[in-house]
């Protein structure tokens, strides 16, 4: 029944390249549990230089309750940095599954100022829990929180808290995945060991945010408003509460990246431990580039459920697809399937991609594969926007006819389509449906 409720709007913002995708994570159902015994060893530095006493935590994401929901505290006792900064856990936690989702934290220490710092904290995002060995070596720094909590701020409401809903697991697995696209976990640099070849980093940005953090993490720690470095820390990055760490500034800039850049900028020196850095900036939004892909005049995109992103090139006639981990998809770019300047697209709820094309007035439908064809929709003047409903109905404006058409379908077949002119429609160009 073509009855939801949308919302149309005379603009719209379309995304014309993939910025910070991750490597979609592949979980083995077969993989064992691990069990008490297994030996994970690791180091803590901030700044380069080790930090000593630091009590080392670990998590795994909550897979089902919600994003931001509290996490699962593993360690069935403390661990703590040694001399050197490294640490051992022998024996002491269990994988609530072999898929859970692991993360290690280490709070406070002694970063090498003479004396701890309570409000030191880093992170590193391992993976799936079932995938740890015994030869596993974890590096926690400032470039591995950068990565990780860039990574998971979508799921993240502190250290303490990441999680998903019960319906987007595999959109946890990709940001998990993500940070070893941005870092080695294991060496603690740039960049990640499954960075495709075609992708570009921004190195000099990952860096500057690190730079910024161990400002902090190098002190004796601080609080907003004190005149510590700690402190400006914590005043330039507070959003709705004012963070008490450095996992919590790092999580406040990843959502509000435009904000107090060039006060935050200062906290970086020019003799600070990560190199190259930014002489200036904008915004700290992190963002991977990718070079190749047939990509010719992109005009739209959208991400399936297993977070490959399909775009749109008006300048080839064709669609390209990136899989999670910024790759082409096999035998990608594809054309076909009637595209003639496709202007819009939308992934329905079996993968398949639904595209308007401004070009030749048509509607085409992709399968997962690639395979085009073109509709029978009727009533189409310039396609401008796609969405589809729950149930399954394709919403297309029209820019040319100043019409709304409801495309009703079946799997990759049209049944009916209707068009829609009421409501003072004038030259629409987006176009989105609310949940009730």
Request: net charge neutral; aromatic share 6%; with cysteine.
């Amino acid at each position: 029944m073509l009855n939801p409720t949308i919302r149309i709007a005379a603009t719209s913002l379309m995304l014309a390249g993939l910025a910070g995708c991750g490597l979609r994570s592949t979980v083995d159902s077969k993989a064992p549990v691990v069990a008490q015994g297994v030996t994970l060893q690791g180091a803590v530095h901030g700044g380069q230089q080790p930090v000593v006493g630091a009590s080392i935590l670990l998590y795994a994401a909550n897979a089902a309750g919600g994003y931001g929901s509290s996490s699962t505290a593993l360690l069935t006792s403390p661990v703590t940095t040694d001399a050197t900064g490294g640490f051992a856990i022998t024996g002491l936690y269990t994988c609530p599954s072999a898929s859970s989702l692991v993360y290690l934290v280490s709070v406070g220490g002694n970063p090498g100022v003479g004396g701890a710092n309570a409000n030191l904290a880093m992170m590193s995002a391992l993976g799936p829990c079932g995938h740890l060995t015994a030869s596993t070596f974890i590096n926690i720094n400032e470039l591995t929180t950068v990565a990780s909590v860039y990574a998971l701020s979508p799921f993240m409401k502190s250290y303490k808290a990441v999680g998903t809903s019960a319906g987007n697991p595999q959109g946890l697995a990709n940001a998990f995945a993500t940070v070893n696209n941005l870092v080695n976990i294991g060496t603690g640099t740039l960049s990640g060991p499954t960075l495709p070849a075609n992708a570009v980093l921004p190195s000099a940005e990952l860096n500057t945010l690190a730079d910024i953090l161990a400002a902090c993490i190098n002190s004796a720690g601080g609080a907003a408003g004190d005149g510590s470095t700690c402190g400006s820390l914590f005043r330039f990055t507070t959003a709705s509460t004012i963070p008490a760490d450095t996992i919590g500034a790092a999580l406040n800039i990843a959502r509000n990246p435009g904000s107090n850049v060039a006060s935050l900028l200062a906290l970086s020196s020019s003799a600070a431990p990560y190199q190259p850095t930014l002489a200036s900036a904008t915004d700290f939004t992190v963002s991977i580039r990718y070079k190749t892909g047939g990509f010719s005049s992109p005009s739209a995109s959208a991400v399936d459920a297993g977070g490959n992103l399909w775009v749109t090139n008006a300048g080839g006639n064709s669609v390209t697809v990136l899989n999670p981990a910024g790759s082409p998809a096999a035998g990608s770019p594809f054309t076909g399937g009637g595209l003639g300047a496709p202007s819009a697209i939308a992934v329905d709820a079996g993968g398949n991609a639904w595209i308007a094309s401004s070009g030749n007035s048509t509607l085409s439908v992709f399968t997962p594969a690639g395979s085009g064809t073109q509709t029978s929709a009727s009533g189409l003047g310039a396609p401008s926007a796609v969405a589809i409903d729950a149930q399954g109905i394709v919403w297309v404006t029209n820019a040319g006819n100043s019409t709304v058409t409801a495309v009703a379908t079946s799997g990759t077949s049209v049944t009916s389509s209707n068009s829609y002119s009421a409501g003072g429609i004038n030259t629409p160009t987006a176009v989105a449906i609310d949940p009730y």
